[in-house]
């Protein structure tokens, strides 16, 4: 786990610092016509992290993983141009647990080098009254314990 | 209507062939490294000319329009490689009326220079059974009277 | 043109921020598990502002509009969730002219209602030295013609 | 490698027919409102197949493995639908080698399931001429030894 005050110093391009993992791999249909592979395919990429950590710490929280949470903010920094053929590995660690808001830290590698980093803010969501709701005890507990 | 007789005989490359329409974007992610667009989204263009058919004739017949529907095959002709930015139209035709599928044309245009063709083959499906089903009369009359 | 002293006031939510326009179709196979447009969807519809945005203004600057820029940093928020089917449009404006890079605000609307926005860094890039180059001063006139 | 009068008796189901494999995963974009991958992944899985058996036998051939060759039919029937998260894996074969065209077969497998098949015919294309080539001595020998 990152303790707050040393956040800031933290180097998100290093592998160590992630804590959920998964392995993709790069389509020709990702290429665009210079022949990189296009940011849409980078972002489905960094999606696929994020569904994967759902899937693995909050399936015990609620039936639907993917019901009940909102992705309001998505930033990402391209470092990199990728390349056909080739899998890619992106790492997801829970930065900070908010009020109704949690972030992700994502970072996308090609053997050790960082080829693109991400931030994303997702919101605790009520369908019904269609409102940001605070993150419950479990879900708290879930993802501070994601984080170590 | 084309009747049966004749459909041998038919130049699908034609739009007045079709009864139905739909238009679409090419995208610049829909590019590849040989500045074409990719078979992915022409193949997605033709989608969207079906999902539009079933939304115009078939909301009617069941509420969920997708459900009941599977489709087994789909074959398609590359004529000519697409151009970006660009808008095509796909027009859509139901051939044939199986006992548990229907035959469905469609003719993808640039102006009034056809692009490409395919055909689909759609299963009547049920999922408890997990089988084929016959198309009922109901069903039956949708289809023949979209062929008008 | 947006005033360096007022941008932290202007709204990017409201249409008449933005100078240039595209306008794209929502496709079925945009459509997640929930029924919702995923982001990859709504990422591509701003890429295709952009890549308008250089065709519109920088044909004349080079022969090969893309070369020679690298999109370094992608930031969205996703404000309201897009319905298929239907068509969206994108603003795109030149929020800020840096000494190698320049900074472009984005915003998707459905409507009058906006339901993305963006902001997108691009640096020019040097392909034979792979460095950061200085935008020169043809650039530079063209990025605040774009602005007005 | 297939002869010619046992081609019709063939199963294009079994793995052990396929001569050339990748792998590949499946994205949570991948799927569909029904939370099924789409068509369109599956046969962007098939392309995958295809550019990696002109990566591995035709490099030899010519610079571009991709230059010279033009899709002109893709035909492909769906037998099970895909489940996310999972990967699949996709062979392919040289059926047929014509005058100035071949005929791959391509078989997608999740464990030894057969979830769809192929059959996708090339043309050889003079650029310059706009026009079907024939297949020359080099590329037949490359594709004959290919079917073994």
Same mark, same amino acid.
């Given at each position: 786990m990152i303790k707050d005050r040393?956040? !800031?110093?933290?180097? +998100?391009?290093?592998? &160590?610092?992630?804590?959920?993992?998964?392995?993709?791999?790069?389509? $020709?249909s990702d290429l665009d016509p210079n022949g990189h592979v296009n940011?849409? !395919?980078?972002?489905? +990429?960094?999606?696929? &992290?994020?569904?994967?950590?759902?899937?693995?710490?909050?399936?015990? $929280?609620?039936?639907?993983?993917?019901a009940g949470f909102v992705l309001v903010k998505f930033s990402v920094e391209y470092l990199r141009a990728l390349k056909y053929p080739g899998s890619v590995e992106v790492g997801t660690l829970v930065l900070n647990i908010g009020r109704t808001s949690y972030l992700l830290k994502q970072g996308l590698f090609c053997d050790n080098e960082c080829m693109a980093s991400a931030e994303v803010v997702t919101v605790c969501f009520n369908k019904e009254t269609q409102?940001?709701?605070?993150i419950d005890d479990d879900?708290?507990?879930?993802?501070?314990?994601?984080?170590?």
């Open positions: 040393t956040k !800031a110093e933290v180097n +998100f391009k290093i592998r &160590g610092v992630y804590t959920d993992w998964v392995t993709n791999n790069i389509r $020709y940011n849409g !395919a980078i972002n489905a +990429f960094f999606e696929d &992290g994020r569904v994967q950590f759902r899937a693995d710490h909050l399936s015990g $929280y609620s039936e639907d993983i993917l409102r940001a709701e605070l879900l708290r507990e879930i993802l501070e314990k994601a984080q170590k």
